[in-house]
C-alpha cells in the first residue's frame, strides 16, 4: 500500500497534515522525528513530509534527522520547521526573524510548474513562524514569496525536496488542500486508493491471522468507537467475538434496549447484557465528589467486567476501540503520553487477565470511524450520537446520585435530545444535554406554591472536545424544551440555559 509519511516535529498541525492526505484518499501516518533512519528507508513511502513545531534550528537539542534521509530519492515536503530544518541541514542559512510572522499573508508565485501547478497567484497562505530562510541550500530555487518572506516557498527539482515556509495544512491556506494534493500526486505519483473498502478487507484479514481459534471480548458502552470495533472484529472472526455490556443504571433512556437490538438483530453478535444498576447505586450512595464517582464507577466496571469475562472460556484478546489521535499522542515528539485511553481503564485487565489487546480502528481518525461505520452497516444513528461521558448521568447528576434523581434526569435529558432532533440541530452540535443540579427553586404551579428541582440545558459546539463554545438555539427551541421539561417531568419548577464556553468552564458539569 501506497503511503505518506509525517516525521512529526510537535507542531500543533501534525494531526492536520495526514488528515488531509487522507481526505485525498492516500493513507498517511505520523511517526516521530526520533524514528531511525532504517526505519523509515524500510517503510518505503511514496513521500515524507516533515512537519512544523515549536523548537528553533538554533536551540542546542533542536529536534533534526539523519542527512541521509535526502539521499533516498524520495520526495520530501518541509513545512515551517521542517522547511528551516531542510535549509539547515543542507547547507543554506536561517536567522532569527527580526519580527515574528503570525497569520495571514499573500503568496505570489515565481513558478507554477510542480507544487504550485494550477494554485491561483496572491492567494490567502498561512504563516506561524520566527526564523526565517536568508540563504537557500546549493541547487534549490525558490517558487514563491510574501511581502515578509523573500523565500516563502522553495524547492530542489532534481533531488524532489519542496519546503514551504507556510502552513498547507489548515483551512486558513486558500489553496493548501491543492499545494498537498500536488505533491501527493505530481511529484510523489501516490494514487487515490485510500478508502474504507479497502480498509476493512485488509482489517479482516489481520484479525484472522492474529486472533486464529481463540476467542475475544469486547467491552461496549454503546458509543461510536466500541460498537465500531465490535461489528468490525465479528464480522472477521464471528461467533468467537462475546461483547459485555454492562448496563449501571446510569445510562439514558432506552440506551439498553438500544444497543442490545441493533447488535442482535441487526448483526447478530454474541451480547451479554449485566444489569448491575442496584450494585452501582449501592457504591454511589452518600457519594458528592465528581472525582470520587468517577473512581467508583471505573472500579466497578472492571469488577463486573472482570467477572463476566472469566466465564468465557478460551478467551485470549481483548477488543479495544483505540483511535489514531490517542496512538499519535503516545508516541508524538511533544512527549510520551503516560497511556492510551481505554474504557473505564480496561487495560487495567490486561495484565491481571493475560489478555492481548487488539486494537482495529488505531489507525483511523474519528471520521473515518464514521464512514467505517457506514460501510459495515451500523445506522447513523449509533455513528453520529453525541459523545457521552464514561460515568454516564453520575456526572451530570450534580451532588448525590440516586434512583429517583436519575429517573427526573433521565426524563428531562430524553425531552432535550427530541426537540433538537425535531428541529433539525442535532447533527449540528458536538454535544447537548440536561444536568440536575442539588438545589430546589420556588415555583408556582396551578394555584400551589412548588420548590423542586432545577434542570440546566447544555448545547457546545467543539471539533475535539479541548475547547468548546455554547450554541446560540433558538429561543423558541429553548421555550419548548422548557415547557416540555416542567409539564411532563414530575419533581421540576424550573429550567436554565447553560451559556459558558471552554475555557473557562468545562463541557461536563462535573
Not at 300 to 303: M, S, Y
Not at 482 to 498: A, F, L, Q, T
Given at each position: 500500500m501506497q503511503e505518506i509519511i509525517v516525521i512529526d516535529f510537535g507542531s500543533q498541525y501534525t494531526q492536520l497534515i495526514a488528515r488531509r492526505i487522507r481526505e485525498l484518499k492516500v493513507y498517511s501516518e505520523i511517526i516521530p522525528c526520533t524514528a531511525s533512519f532504517s526505519e523509515i528507508e524500510e517503510r518505503k513511502p511514496q513521500g515524507i513530509i516533515l512537519s512544523g513545531g515549536p523548537a528553533s534550528v538554533f536551540e542546542k537539542d533542536a529536534p533534526s534527522?539523519?542527512?541521509r534521509i535526502f539521499n533516498l530519492g524520495i520526495p520530501i515536503l518541509g513545512i515551517c520547521y521542517g522547511m528551516q530544518l531542510i535549509t539547515h541541514l543542507l547547507g543554506g542559512k536561517v536567522s532569527k526573524a527580526k519580527k515574528r510572522e503570525y497569520g495571514k499573508a499573500i503568496l505570489k508565485i515565481d513558478d507554477n510548474s510542480t507544487l504550485f501547478s494550477d494554485v491561483k497567484d496572491n492567494s490567502v497562505v498561512w504563516m506561524s513562524h520566527g526564523d526565517k530562510i536568508i540563504e537557500m541550500p546549493k541547487g534549490f530555487h525558490r517558487i514563491a514569496h510574501t511581502e515578509?518572506?523573500?523565500?516563502?516557498?522553495?524547492?530542489?527539482?532534481?533531488?524532489?525536496?519542496?519546503?514551504?515556509q507556510f502552513h498547507p495544512e489548515v483551512a486558513h491556506t486558500e489553496e493548501g488542500k491543492?499545494?498537498?494534493?500536488?505533491?501527493?500526486?505530481?511529484?510523489?505519483?501516490?494514487?487515490?486508493?485510500?478508502n474504507m473498502h479497502s480498509f476493512i478487507k485488509t482489517a479482516i484479514e489481520d484479525l484472522r491471522e492474529k486472533v486464529g481459534k481463540h476467542k475475544v471480548v469486547c467491552a461496549l458502552s454503546g458509543g461510536v468507537d466500541s460498537t465500531v470495533t465490535a461489528v468490525l472484529v465479528h464480522k472477521a472472526i464471528g461467533d468467537a467475538l462475546t461483547c459485555i455490556f454492562v448496563d449501571n443504571g446510569l445510562l439514558r433512556a432506552g440506551e439498553r434496549e438500544k444497543v442490545?437490538?441493533?447488535?442482535?438483530?441487526?448483526?447478530?453478535?454474541?451480547?451479554?447484557?449485566?444489569?448491575?444498576?442496584?450494585?452501582?447505586?449501592?457504591?454511589?450512595?452518600?457519594v458528592r465528589d465528581p472525582e470520587r464517582k468517577r473512581k467508583i464507577i471505573g472500579r466497578?466496571?472492571?469488577?463486573i467486567f472482570e467477572e463476566e469475562a472469566k466465564k468465557i472460556r478460551g478467551v485470549k484478546f481483548l477488543a479495544q476501540g483505540t483511535l489514531y489521535p490517542d496512538v499519535i499522542e503516545s508516541v508524538s515528539f511533544k512527549g510520551p503520553s503516560a497511556t492510551i485511553k481505554s474504557h473505564h481503564n480496561v487495560g487495567g485487565l490486561l495484565k491481571r487477565m493475560k489478555l492481548k489487546l487488539i486494537e482495529p480502528l488505531r489507525e483511523l481518525f474519528k471520521d473515518e470511524v464514521r464512514q467505517l461505520g457506514k460501510e459495515l452497516g451500523i445506522p447513523e444513528e449509533i455513528l453520529y450520537r453525541h459523545p457521552f461521558p464514561g460515568p454516564g448521568l453520575?456526572?451530570?447528576?450534580?451532588?448525590?446520585?440516586?434512583?429517583?434523581?436519575?429517573?427526573?434526569?433521565r426524563q428531562a435529558d430524553k425531552i432535550v435530545l427530541e426537540e433538537i432532533k425535531k428541529a433539525g440541530f442535532y447533527r449540528n452540535i458536538w454535544q447537548s444535554f440536561a444536568v440536575l443540579l442539588p438545589i430546589r427553586t420556588v415555583g408556582v404551579m396551578g394555584d400551589e406554591r412548588t420548590y423542586e428541582h432545577v434542570i440546566a440545558i447544555r448545547a457546545?459546539?467543539?471539533i475535539d472536545g479541548m475547547t468548546a463554545d455554547w450554541v446560540k438555539l433558538p429561543h423558541e427551541l429553548l421555550e419548548r424544551?422548557?415547557?416540555?421539561?416542567?409539564?411532563?417531568?414530575?419533581?421540576?419548577?424550573?429550567?436554565?440555559?447553560?451559556?459558558?464556553?471552554?475555557?473557562p468552564g468545562t463541557i461536563e458539569w462535573e
Open positions: 534527522i539523519e542527512k515578509n518572506s523573500p523565500y516563502a516557498a522553495i524547492a530542489d527539482f532534481q533531488r524532489k525536496i519542496f519546503a514551504l491543492k499545494i498537498l494534493s500536488n505533491f501527493i500526486f505530481k511529484i510523489c505519483d501516490c494514487k487515490p486508493s485510500w442490545e437490538k441493533m447488535l442482535k438483530e441487526n448483526f447478530h453478535i454474541n451480547l451479554r447484557v449485566i444489569d448491575a444498576s442496584d450494585r452501582f447505586l449501592r457504591r454511589l450512595k452518600g466497578e466496571f472492571i469488577k453520575a456526572i451530570r447528576c450534580v451532588g448525590e446520585v440516586t434512583g429517583e434523581r436519575l429517573e427526573i434526569l457546545v459546539n467543539s424544551v422548557s415547557n416540555r421539561i416542567i409539564n411532563e417531568v414530575k419533581g421540576v419548577n424550573r429550567v436554565v440555559y447553560d451559556i459558558t464556553s471552554k475555557p
